[in-house]
Structures are given as structure tokens and as C-alpha cells.
């Protein structure tokens, strides 16, 4: 959407709530700038943002803004947490879900700090990208949003710069200490990868609830011998297996208290199989919660793919989440936060009672909402280029304002 005038309504909004954390004017307006980009440029990378607008500075002005100008990010995201907290249906409660999870965000550049080789297992091949580990929200409401991240480094990178190596274990602990420091309530909530006696452990010595992912090739420990969990749950006999039909779909299930090698508290073991005659389990929750009830456990496990995938494909595919090239760390940081930021805002304008007036339609999906704010600006040019019109400007005149010649 070439040819800019003004911003978004949204964007005026989330300037009016995070101006203040700027120094000045041009620093807001960049904000402004960017926030806009993430929404509707074609090409969600500085000079692709920079295009997209009729009148604004060197390119060099705004990728000094989010490089090497002093402002605070972390104030900014504490900021952003805060103003979720003013909406009924963002707001943190104990029934609420905390899913964890990595991403790859893949780059073009080999020079691009912290980013390295990488197996995609969606892709089943190797890719140049940044490492992410984020945990997210899911509200009772349905509605979430991204709370925290860590960008992994690879250990050569740590060694060469003479700075500790942390692996994907304990910064999935840091964001949970993180979650905790913060009083967020809720359940975390995991696949298999990070379902490790560390992170089980960590989470339930802070007293918190988690339901994880197992894997069927896992040991456990039941009636006192050592087994694999795939070889415990094939010799199970099918009439121990329940149905549960939850949104029309029917799975079986059985759940037992066991104990895992390593993990200092005893769990609780969910198998669900597709059907009553299934060979093997298609899924093996774990929790620390023995007592809870099964629906209680799989609503939680639930939210972790809404929390996590969705988020994922909306950031990348809508929001330029990996489309930062900008070689400087810091740079992809702020980045990183400024897509929470877009995010986030989306997020409080989706399934309202009613219209909000710039959208003039209901929103329900983070796609819908940016090509609605396209043609809110587009809209705005059009006013713009009649009211020069009719103040007596000429179309090349007009054209070269807009940057379109």
C-alpha cells in the first residue's frame, strides 16, 4: 500500500498509550512508522516500510531509530502487558493457559547476529535462522497473545564471544521464572520436546500446574518395575479405554498415576487413542495435577496450539515477523517486541459486541484485521488526493507528492 498519508486508527491508539516512552517527536512518529509497516506494507523490512509513505525521512533515519536510538523495549512490553490487563477479555485469571514453545524465523543473510543453521522439522531440511523460544497467554476468553521470549545462541557463538551458553532448557526455565516473577497465573502448557524431568521439576517446585506432551518411547515408573510407556500402554486391555466426545469428535482414553525417572513428584498419565481398537496411543498427557479431571487436563492442553501455532503463522504470514534483516541484534529484538506490540493490539479489537468504527465490520482473524486497516489508509489517500484536488493541485503535482512518479 504505496503512497501513505496518514496512519491507521490502531496506530494512532497505540501512539496516544506509548508516546510517552519516547524522547520526541520524530521518535514517535517513527513508532508510528513501523507499527503501520508491520500492518500493511507489502515488505515488512525498513526500507519496504519506509516506501509505503508519501512524505517521510532517509530510510537511515529509521533503521537508526531501531538500532542504535535509546529507548526502552523492555519498558515497552511491560508497558503492553499492562494495557492487555485493562480488557476483560485479555486479562490474566487462574483459568487462563501458558503455552511454551520454539520457533524458526528463517533469514536470507548469514551475517544477521545470532542466527545459524537449523533443522526445520516442518520442512524436513536444514535453514538459516533465528532460534526463538516464546511463551504466550491464552485467555479464558479464547483470545492470546505472546508474554516473553529468548532468542537461542548456538554454543560456538557463546564460546567465540566469550559469553555463557544457555541451551533450550534452561531458557524455557528463565521465561518461566519470568512468568512467575511476574505473578501471571494460569497452566503451562508444552509438547514433548521441553516435557524433560528439568523443566517438570523446575515448574512444580515454584508450585505451579503444567500439562505436557509425552512421547511413547519415555519410561515410567508403574507398580513398582520401570517400563515404556508404549509397551505399558499396549498391554492396558481395550475395555479400560473411555469415551469422551468433545466438539463432536469421539476419542478413548485412560488415565493413571505413575512416576517418571528423575521427576521428583508423581503425575498423571492421559492416553487417548482415536479409537476403542487403536494399536497405540495417538497422544500421552502429563500433568502434576493427579486430581484434576480429564476435561480440565485436555482444555489446557488445548490452548497450547492456540497459543503457540497461531500466533507463529499470524506473526509470519501477516505481521513481518521474520522479515527483519537488519544485522544488528538489538535491532532484531526490537523487532521481535514491536511484532508483540501489532499483535497484541489486533488482539484487543477481535470479537467486540459491536463494530469498532474505523473497521465499520466485525473482526475475527489477525489477516482481516490488517487488510481492513490497508483500506482504511487507502481510503485516507483517496480524501487526501480530493482535497487537493479541489485546493487546485495538478495530478502530476499530486503524484509527486505521493511519491508516485
Known sequence: MPAIVDFPELVHQQVAQYGDLFANEPERRHFAEYLTGLYVAERKNVSGINREFAVTTDQSCLNRWLTQVEWDVTKLNERRLEVLQRDSSTRWTPWGSIPLDNTLIDHDGKLIEDVGWFWDHADKRHLIAHDYLIINYVCSSGKHYPLEFRRFRKRETCEAEGTPFANHTELAC???DWVIAHDIPGTFTFDSYFTNA???NHIHLKQRVYVGDMKLNRKIEVGGQERKLSEWGASLP????HPITINGKTQYWFSKSVRLPKVKH?????????????????KVLVTNRTFWELTRILKAYRHRWTGTETFHRDG????????????????????MYLVFLAYSAIMT??????????????????GQACRTMSREVL???IAWVVER???GWSLPKIKAHLALV
Open 174 to 176: 528463565e521465561l518461566i
Open 389 to 391: 484536488t479541489e485546493e
Open 266 to 282: 508423581p503425575v498423571r498419565l492421559v492416553l487417548l487413542w482415536r479409537d476403542k481398537d487403536a494399536s497405540e496411543p495417538h
Open 198 to 200: 528439568e523443566v517438570l
Open 379 to 381: 481510503g485516507k489517500t
Open 316 to 335: 509470519k504470514q501477516h505481521l513481518g515477523m521474520g522479515e527483519c534483516q537488519l544485522r544488528n541484534g538489538d535491532g532484531q529484538t526490537r523487532h
Open 238 to 241: 481395550k475395555d479400560a479405554r
Open 349 to 366: 479489537e477481535l470479537r467486540q459486541a459491536r463494530p469498532q468504527e474505523w473497521a465499520q465490520e466485525m473482526l475475527t482473524t489477525v
